[in-house]
Structure formats: structure tokens, C-alpha cells
């Protein structure tokens, strides 16, 4: 039961999530990419002020042989406008990519997607000293313009891309023409959430259960015995077929009350009264 439910909650943390590739780690240096597309973002928290970073990305040929171009698009974007400044060209002809403004700032991500003439991109970032920002996140998928082979699947607007980039929860064509909406991967997502819910509380409900039973089990074993006594007759509760007995009527006269209680004196107790001694005679 812990392995299948290990196996579900890796599964589902998965599903729809791809390695990012951070741009600060490759300043200065070219990334070698052998997958069918990367996710590649400025850095892991906010810019600093004033960063510069100047990085060449490659992409290796398709599996049909064809040679690759790279389309890339801009997932996200939260920047200074003015004062930032990102900058993609090709990496052959150092020319600005198709349908690419001459830099990008600001907030709001360009529509379409941009496409190189060759298998290598350069990607130039640079920050003013005022405030920072979270920065940007590239979606960067290699494809060619040639017939769809069976692993591969055609965009909207004419891109082989690979098969399996389908319906996986990120728009690598620019205009979600390869997502599903309630695909595969989001009905799995959630089906496999709640599985995992489930298991989880039957298990933390179970072990409460066993742990109060252990707990009553001893409290029972180390507990007294008290015995039962009667009750006796005057707290006796009568039956309901039991006739009532009356009342023991006491009277309550005046003699009853002296031969009861006597009562005090009602004057003060008489006087002493003195007792001449017996005068003794002289023995002759």
C-alpha cells in the first residue's frame, strides 16, 4: 500500500512538469539541448539590479533528420518598461527572429510565436539599477517545416513538433493549437489527486481508530471494579402497580409535647436552705 501510494503522488506531482533550465547558470556559456523543447527561465528569484547575461542555446537535430529550427515562445514575461531589455536573435546570423520586436519589457507577452532560421538561439538580458522583478520564462521547442513523420504532431500554423508535446499542459506552438483543454494529462492529474486524497484519509482515519482502541483497552484493563450495592428502602423508586402507603400522622397536642420534652423551669430553682447539724453531747 506505501509504494502504490509513493507511486501516485510522484506521479501526479509530474504529470504537466517540466525541468527548468535557469538563464544566471549559463552567462557566458552555450546550453546544449538534446530534447524536443526546454523551459528556460531568468533565474530562480528575482533579477538583481544592473545583471547582464549574454547565453547561446543549441538544439540537436530532429529525429527524422531534417535539419532543426527553433520556435520560441514567451510564457511569461514581468520586467521594467523602460530600463529592461531582452533581446532574441539567431544564433547563425545574429538577426532579430521572425515576428520579434527589437527588444522586450513590461508585462505583457507578445501573442505569437517567433521562429530562428537555424538550431541555435542567443538570449541577451539586461537590468537597470531601479527595481526587480520575477523576469521571464521562454518556452523554446525544436521543429522544421517538412512532412509530420508519425511522431510528430503539426501546429496550427504549419510546425512539426514532437508527438508527445501534445496535450501536456504547455502551449510550445503559440497558439494552443497542440493542448486539449481537459486532456489526458489534466484528467489524469486530477483523477490521481484524488486517489491519493482518498488512501490518505482512510489511512490517518485508521490509525486514529487503532490508536483510541488502545488507548480504551488499557484504560479498561488498569481501571476498579466497583461492586453494586442495593439501594435501600426509603431511596427505593416503587413499582408502578405498588400501592401507595399514607402517611404516619403524629399529633402534635400539648401533652404529647410535655410527655415528649419537659419543661424547664420557669422560675429560678428555690433557695438553699440551711440544716442544723446534730449538736454532740459530752460522753459522761
Known sequence: MFRVIVFLALWTCTIGHTPKEYLEDYCGKT?????????????????????KCNTSV??????????????????????KCPGDRLTLVDGNTSVLLKEAKPYLCGKHEPKDAMFTVSSSLIVNFQSDASENDDGFELYITRFHLGICDPT???????PCIGKSLQCDDHDQCGDESDECGWGFGLVAALLGA?????????????????????????SNSRGR????????????????????????????????????????????????????????????
Open 58 to 79: 543549441v538544439f540537436s537535430d530532429t529525429n527524422s533528420g531534417q535539419p532543426a529550427r527553433l520556435m520560441v515562445v514567451v510564457h511569461k514575461l514581468e520586467t
Open 194 to 218: 484524488t486517489c491519493l486524497g482518498s488512501l490518505l484519509t482512510i489511512l490517518v482515519f485508521c490509525c486514529c481508530c487503532s490508536k483510541f482502541r488502545s488507548r480504551c483497552s488499557k
Open 225 to 284: 471494579i466497583i461492586p453494586v450495592f442495593r439501594r435501600s428502602e426509603t431511596n427505593r423508586t416503587p413499582a408502578l402497580d405498588e400501592p401507595k402507603k399514607a402517611p404516619l400522622e403524629v399529633p402534635l397536642s400539648v401533652s404529647h409535647l410535655e410527655q415528649t420534652h419537659p419543661a424547664f423551669y420557669s422560675l429560678s430553682p428555690p433557695a438553699y436552705t440551711a440544716i442544723p447539724l446534730p449538736t454532740k453531747t459530752p460522753i459522761q
Open 31 to 51: 546550453l546544449y539541448h538534446q530534447g524536443p523543447w526546454l523551459r528556460l527561465k531568468l533565474t530562480r528569484r528575482d533579477y538583481p539590479s544592473n545583471f
Open 152 to 158: 510528430e504532431f503539426r501546429c496550427a500554423r504549419g
